[in-house]
Every structure is written in C-alpha cells, then in structure tokens.
C-alpha cells in the first residue's frame, strides 16, 4: 500500500510515464514532489505573471537563426547564474537572457545607452522554442518606465524594492485578511456617509499607473466597493437591494475575514481613501469569515 507521504510522488512519475516524459531526470517531476525548489526561479505565467529584478550588464549581439537569418538582440549577462524550475526538465547555471521589449519605443533607447554597464532589469522569464531568439531563456520587460531597466545606483535599489508591489485593476483578484468596519465621512457637500472601510492585517504598498492611479505606500485602509448582480434581487417592484447579502455582509463587520478583491484608485468626492478595494459578490469565495 502506497503510503500518503509518496502520493504526490506516485502521481508524478504516473503522469511523466503517460506522457512520454522521463520522470527521473536532472531536476524532473520526481525533485518537484519531493519540495526540492527552494532558491530557484520560476517561468511567468499568462494568468499570474511572475517578476525579478536581475542584475548584470547589457551587451548587444548578432546571431543566427536555425533558418540561416542573422538578427540582433540585447543580452543581459547576469552577475551569477540562476536555476529556473520547470514542469519537466530545469535551466541551471542560466548566464544569459535575450531581452524583449515590451515596449520597444520607449525602452530600446535606454538600453542602447545602457550597452556595457551595469544595470537592473525588472521582467518576467519566459522559455522560448518556437522562434529565432539568441537564447533559450528571455526576459521580457514591463510598461514600468521607473525600474524596467535602471543603470545600478539608488533607482536600482528602488527597483529591487518594488517587487511584491500591489497593482490596480488587475484581472485576477488579490487576497487580502484584515477587519471590516463602518467609518464616517464627509463628502464634498458636507454630508455624512458611512462607507465600508477594509482595515489590512498589513499595510500594502501599490504601483503608479498613468491611466489607474497614483503610488501608494504603507496603505493600511481601503473603502470597500462591492459589485456583482447579486447586489440586487428581482421584486414586485422590480430590481431592489438584495437584503439577505447585505445582512451577510452586516454579519461580517469587525470580525477576522479573508477577502477577494482587485485595487482600485480614488476617483470621485464619494470615495474616501486613496486606495479602494473592489469586491466582486457573485463570487462565492469574495468575503470569508477566518474569525471572530
């Protein structure tokens, strides 16, 4: 009988076999159920992207293609070598990634300058098999004109820290734990409203966007807005508040929850801190109860 510890195992070399992959290979399926990833870097995702800041110096290179085309690309040679985990097989002792442009208006000039010294690339990593670039690992830079690339220097190190920074109005929902209470405010015309204010367990710190909002440090509480066809329920005189959600919601203030929610910025005299939260009711797991 296979014990409950090598469950993940068994299934791992199960679904390699199935697929035709080799199971025992160098850094396989067998060292990812074994939790063996600590240190390593990851591959981006289309629905979760990941991103580092790298450091290392800029170089510009011609190659050639499998097809016999000669291309140039931007290379950052990384100060040490790094390991990306990987589904089936990894990339160890990975020296140097081919830069992508996002935006190659704005950032193939800076990193014209940029040839030859030391810089600080912000991106996600990306494997690339299915067209001519001069390496198998590329980095591919943000829209963030601040830190997607910075010559070493304090910018740099404000780069560095800006990992983990909070976005606005991403797709999929962050999750956040704190208190939700009612505050008193005034707006514009001097009249009291009472919104839903979220008190975070942590202060976030959450990202400029030119066309979302502006940078936020330390933010600590965010006015809660709550969106979703479950706000209203169908009545003898038509569409009305749904008073069983709002009494749930009711039921929740002041106690520990767990709340699903994307950021949003202050935009109008109804809104009463700089950084909202909008919570999405017609998703089941959008407010939960952790304590009381």
Request: hydrophobic content about 40%; some cysteine; proline content about 4%.
């Amino acid at each position: 009988m296979v014990s409950p510890a090598r469950i993940p195992v068994v299934t791992a070399l199960l679904l390699s076999v199935l697929l035709g992959l080799n199971p025992i290979g160098q850094y396989g399926y067998a060292q990812i159920a074994h939790g063996q990833w600590k240190g390593w870097y990851e591959f981006t995702d289309t629905y979760y992207p990941i991103f580092y800041s790298l450091r290392g110096s800029i170089s510009r290179e011609r190659f050639t293609s499998w097809n016999g085309e000669s291309h140039t690309a931007y290379i950052l040679n990384l100060d040490a070598p790094i390991k990306i985990k990987s589904d089936y097989k990894a990339r160890v002792d990975v020296t140097r990634l081919q830069i992508l442009f996002l935006n190659v208006r704005k950032f193939l000039p800076i990193a014209r300058s940029l040839i030859g010294k030391h810089v600080v690339i912000m991106g996600q990593l990306w494997l690339k098999v299915d067209r001519p670039y001069a390496t198998e690992v590329t980095i591919e830079t943000g829209d963030d004109g601040a830190c997607s690339i910075v010559e070493s220097g304090p910018a740099a190190n404000l780069c560095t820290q800006r990992i983990g920074w909070y976005e606005y109005d991403t797709a999929t929902p962050y999750k956040f734990s704190g208190r939700i209470g009612v505050m008193k405010f005034y707006n514009a015309s001097a009249e009291l409203e009472y919104p839903y204010i979220l008190t975070l367990d942590t202060p976030i710190n959450v990202k400029e966007e030119w066309d979302h909002g502006d940078q936020r440090k330390h933010v600590k509480n965010m006015q809660v807005i709550f969106v979703g066809e479950k706000m209203w329920k169908k009545g003898e005189q038509g569409y009305e508040n749904n008073t069983e959600l709002w009494s749930f919601i009711d039921s929740t203030l002041h106690k520990h929850v767990e709340v699903l929610g994307s950021l949003m910025n202050a935009q109008t005299a109804h809104h009463h801190t700089p950084v909202m939260i909008r919570i999405d009711v017609d998703n089941p797991q959008s407010i939960k109860v952790l304590s009381k």
